[in-house]
């Protein structure tokens, strides 16, 4: 009988590389406006609408894998099993 084991190891990260653009969060959530908006409804926005742009800096990690795959072959005679 012959064997044959094949394992791949692979690992990833995403992280966000630009800084914070306070013209893309909300006027409820602290956000910048270029232009008077004091006439605006402040819950224009969902609170939680802006959790990507508040939550990560420049360089954080925001999500991270690693995953493994292995494959088996074994050989006996005129059969072949994988």
Known sequence: MQGFLDTIVSAGASMRTAKRN??????ANGGCQSFDASGLDKSSAGVSSDDGNLNYDQWDVFSGTMKATSELQLNWRNFTGF
């Open 22 to 27: 306070c013209e893309n969060i909300s006027k």
